[in-house]
């Protein structure tokens, strides 16, 4: 009897916790393109995580911001099979910023792990920081403050995390500057690197390189603390207490997914997380891992989703 209990008990729930013990393929939704930072330590934790849960499969499914792939994992079997890539602009973002969502961040998903936090830096063109004696952020106010509208940020679009960045800077600080906004982040670090913008906000992985080649000049890292992999660089909350902003993305599943399967691949994963080679592949992307409960997960997104409704209001950035 319960024997049969149990087996009545699994059809009911999609027999999820035998297909993970079963070994079966799982799928992993990366919401945007192979070979950025998320593809590639999504990549990296699927190696990791073979011995334990069997095979994980990237799939990449780009648009609409990260919203496709999004959507396909909040619609996907809830049986342990699909998960997917919460991201700042899939999880606390765009809520705010499309006028149509296909999914509702906050009830669509069942949280697993963080995985990772990766600073953002506040980067000017080093000629430019050089021609306007800007060695620091508190120069850069000191200047935006003496010369209203003479500065212009770069960023990848409007609502980018990029620009964001820039509309808090610009209302902590209480100072103007223009937003040019470009088709991705590339095209954004272009323009900064040719002088056709003064400052952006990048991601550090991708920023270091022409900080340390002296093509840039770093004036704070957006973290609460300054970054272990360039100490060197002040944090803005120095300057501007309170300021921190950067970019997280981690592991959920469908909501309907059974807490004991949830639980089992954040045991799975945060181990991964922990393991030395891990550490040292996510050091080169400037990547902190993270791995933490599914209800710790859970109530950092709701935090973020939160934080950023009144910045992406004020910013005035809309996806129609």
Request: charged letters at 15%.
């Given at each position: 009897m319960q024997r049969r209990h149990f087996c009545l008990s699994a059809?009911?729930?999609?027999?999820t916790v035998p297909a993970l013990a079963q070994g079966k393929t799982i799928r992993l939704i990366v919401p945007y393109a192979a070979s950025?930072?998320?593809?590639?330590?999504?990549?990296?934790?699927a190696e990791r995580v073979k011995d334990?849960?069997?095979?994980?499969?990237?799939?990449n499914r780009p648009g609409a911001g990260g919203n496709l792939g999004a959507d396909l994992v909040?619609?996907?079997?809830?049986?342990?099979?699909?998960?997917?890539?919460a991201a700042t602009a899939t999880h606390a973002i765009n809520t705010w910023l499309f006028a149509k969502m296909p999914y509702d961040a906050s009830r669509d998903f069942a949280p697993i792990t963080q995985m990772v936090r990766v600073p953002n830096v506040l980067v000017m063109n080093a000629e430019t920081a050089q021609r306007l004696?800007?060695?620091?952020?508190?120069?850069?106010?000191?200047?935006?403050?003496?010369?209203?509208?003479?500065?212009?940020?770069?960023?990848?679009?409007?609502?980018?995390?990029?620009?964001?960045a820039?509309?808090?800077?610009?209302?902590?600080?209480?100072?103007?500057?223009?937003?040019?906004?470009?088709?991705?982040?590339?095209?954004a670090q272009l323009a900064l690197l040719s002088g056709q913008v003064d400052f952006n906000f990048d991601n550090l992985a991708t920023a270091a390189p022409n900080i340390k080649a002296g093509k840039l000049k770093a004036?704070?890292?957006?973290?609460?603390?300054?970054?272990?992999?360039?100490?060197?660089?002040?944090a803005m909350s120095e300057t501007l207490k309170g300021f921190e902003i950067d970019t997280w993305w981690g592991l959920v599943a469908p909501a309907a997914t059974p807490r004991e399967v949830v639980e089992r691949l954040n045991k799975a994963f945060s181990a991964a997380l922990q393991a030395p080679e891990t550490k040292s592949r996510f050091a080169m992307l400037m990547a902190e891992p993270v791995g933490n409960s599914p209800d710790q997960f859970g109530a950092f997104m709701k935090k973020e989703l939160a934080r950023y409704e009144s910045v992406v209001?004020?910013?005035g950035a809309r996806v129609d």
């Open positions: 059809i009911a729930c999609g027999v950025g930072p998320i593809d590639v330590t999504a990549r990296a934790l334990t849960l069997g095979t994980v499969i990237i799939e909040a619609k996907a079997a809830p049986d342990g099979l699909t998960i997917g890539i004696n800007i060695h620091s952020l508190a120069d850069l106010v000191t200047y935006a403050k003496a010369n209203p509208g003479r500065l212009n940020f770069g960023s990848g679009g409007n609502g980018s995390a990029g620009h964001l820039g509309e808090m800077l610009k209302r902590a600080a209480g100072i103007f500057a223009v937003h040019i906004p470009y088709n991705g982040g590339n095209p004036l704070a890292v957006t973290t609460g603390q300054r970054s272990g992999a360039l100490p060197e660089i002040a209001k004020a910013s």
